[in-house]
């Protein structure tokens, strides 16, 4: 037997004991084969045994290749500019993004392995770009480039179309010949070069004359572009259709969800719509998944507070709630905890309200209002199911954290959300909100207050002397040798930002019986506090002022993030 035969065999058993054919009709497709000698693949989807999407993410499983649903897929109009409409449709290819800082062009290709089409691009290119091919299904690809070549898929071009021309409101929900309508190309063009400039969060913002774009941009929004208002009622009529809203519906709010392939992964983005005095405002918040969850160890902690957290999700009832405002990464910590606890041996279970990240193995639900579900009453079904690990999306009242302390009570880990400045901070929270000192005392083993802060750049960043009222803000003595920190200065790599990326800022503040006797004492805040010091307690302050004296970050960023008053009052 051959080794493509073997090859072609070990398919047939995957997919028969995937279920996704039978024995006979793997049969008939190896007697195709020796008919036809085309890939057994591709005969099971001309017999109609399977479809492509199945085999191509079987395929992708045995030979370890990532692949990609090119279905939904919205091609970069810089990476499809640099291979010709010909060229592709002869190798097969589709290429999917570019990234023009690291020179990295990402392509779809039906055989990852081909190393003479491979070759053939890399000599088209001159050598100036490293090519990163994604498994996707030959059919696909052809719709693919019929689809997103012969059309402009700039922003700026697709722009010009718009004013040269009429549009068809009509054709913005039509499923074929889409690509057609240039506003169906703007608004997956914007998204596009959202998610390329890892934004977290899109703004569609109408003013009386004008239709403004900006992004979030590691937790900074900036302006991309402004365009006349007579483009927002079609944008806002597609952003709807895509992502299932009521096109009629503008005087009430509305939420919806779209999911596109965008750089070869799969990106969801939720959208919500708010009525205002010039129409309605439309934010997409980028869920991102492959970016959103890190490891555990990725995570930034210094080494002692991370020795810390793991001792805290080693103990297996009570609960750990994570703490800060939007947008500051409380999500990505409460999942990268849960990817490190996540084994066969444990039942996890999430409540959350919607769910952005899906997981294997964890047994995910929304809590909504259109659901009929809430949190309070969610736990308790939760608990029915044998759960080891629970995870709440956020404490908001009584009867919430009433249920989350009732399953910590009974044997259960969980894990949720506060809305608080700091650790200490959500002891006062949780009395506020009607829960006991004696039931908080005991119950909860830890709490993590977390903010995202932006990075220098590396590039360009510059130092700077030290005065004294950076020494006073620093906590930096007399003593210290430190003369210099950093600041930022702004290049070509960072966008003139002077910042790139985040890094994120978390003190750790772990319970142990003292402190749960102060608790239920009733001890001030400033007894916690300088119990929790005493145990080697950071604060996000000493964590943040760390970070400038390492000059990962600078002083001004800090106090951007952090209240520095209450430091410069003590020092």
């Known amino acids: 037997m051959t080794g493509a035969h073997k090859k072609h065999l070990r398919l047939g058993e995957i997919l028969v004991a995937r279920g996704v054919t039978t024995p006979d009709q793997v049969k008939i497709a190896l007697t195709e084969q020796k008919k036809s ?11 109609g045994f399977a479809t492509e999407s199945i085999i191509r993410d079987v395929i992708g499983g045995v030979i370890g290749q990532e692949s990609v649903d090119l279905s939904n897929a919205v091609a970069d109009g810089e990476a499809v500019g640099l291979i010709p409409k010909q060229m592709a449709r002869r190798l097969r290819v589709l290429p999917l993004t570019y990234d023009g800082a690291r020179k990295i062009l990402t392509i779809a290709m039906a055989d990852t392995f081909n190393v003479v089409a491979l070759d053939q691009i890399n000599t088209h290119l001159g050598g100036n770009a490293e090519v990163i091919p994604i498994l996707a299904g ?6 693919a480039i019929d689809k997103f070549y012969g059309f402009e898929l700039s922003v700026d071009g697709i722009l010009n179309e718009i004013e040269t021309g009429e549009i068809d409101y009509q054709s913005l929900d039509a499923e074929t010949a889409e690509y057609s309508q240039p506003v169906v ?13 890892n934004a977290s969060d899109i703004h569609f913002e109408p003013e009386e004359g004008f239709l403004r774009f900006r992004y979030r941009i590691d937790g900074v929004m900036k302006q991309i572009r402004s365009l006349h208002k007579n483009y927002w009622s ?11 809203m009521d096109i009629a519906e503008t005087r009430a709010p509305q939420d919806g969800r779209i999911s596109l392939s965008l750089s070869g992964r799969k990106v969801d983005f939720r959208v919500s719509t708010l009525p205002t005095v010039h129409g309605e405002n439309i934010v997409l918040r980028v869920l991102d998944r492959q970016k959103g969850i890190v490891s555990f160890d990725q995570l930034g ?3 002692d ?3 810390t957290l793991k001792l805290m999700v080693a103990r297996p009832e009570g609960i750990i709630l994570v703490t800060g ?8 910590t409460l999942y990268s905890i849960l990817s490190y606890l996540n084994t066969e041996s444990v039942n996890i279970m999430t409540l959350e309200d919607p769910v952005e990240y899906p997981t294997t193995m964890i047994r995910q639900t929304s809590a909504s209002e259109t659901s009929r579900l809430d949190f309070a009453s969610g736990i308790r079904s939760l608990m029915r199911q044998d759960p080891d690990i629970i995870l709440v999306g956020e404490i908001r009242d009584e009867d919430t954290a009433s249920m989350a302390f009732r399953a910590a009570m009974t044997g259960h ?3 949720s959300t506060l809305h608080t400045n700091s650790a200490l901070g959500s002891i006062p929270r949780l009395l506020d909100i009607g829960v006991k000192p004696d039931i908080i005392a005991g119950n909860i083993i830890g709490i993590i207050a977390q903010r995202l802060i932006r990075s220098l750049c590396s590039k360009c960043k510059v130092p700077g002397p030290l005065g004294d009222l950076e020494r006073n803000l620093l906590g930096l003595k007399v003593t210290d040798k430190q003369k210099e920190i950093y600041n930022s200065k702004g290049c070509d790599v960072c966008g003139n930002d002077g910042y790139k990326g985040r890094i994120a800022l978390q003190e750790v503040l772990h319970f142990d019986s003292d402190m749960d006797e102060l608790i239920a004492r009733k001890g001030t805040q400033r007894d916690l506090l300088r119990m929790a010091l005493s145990k080697g307690f950071r604060t996000l302050a000493d964590v943040g002022a760390s970070r400038v004296l390492d000059g990962s970050t600078s002083l001004e960023e800090m106090s951007r993030v952090i209240d520095l008053t209450a430091r410069l009052k003590t020092n």
């Open 37 to 47: 000698n085309e890939h057994l693949g591709k005969i099971m989807v001309r017999l």
């Open 138 to 143: 030959e059919a696909e690809i052809e719709k």
């Open 185 to 197: 190309r703007l608004v997956n063009a914007l998204l596009a070069d959202a998610v390329k400039r």
């Open 234 to 244: 079609a944008i806002a009529v597609r952003v709807k259709v895509m992502s299932g």
């Open 301 to 303: 902690l210094k080494e």
């Open 305 to 307: 507070a991370q020795n």
């Open 325 to 332: 405002p939007t947008g500051s990464g409380k999500t990505t």
């Open 413 to 415: 880990q969980v894990f």
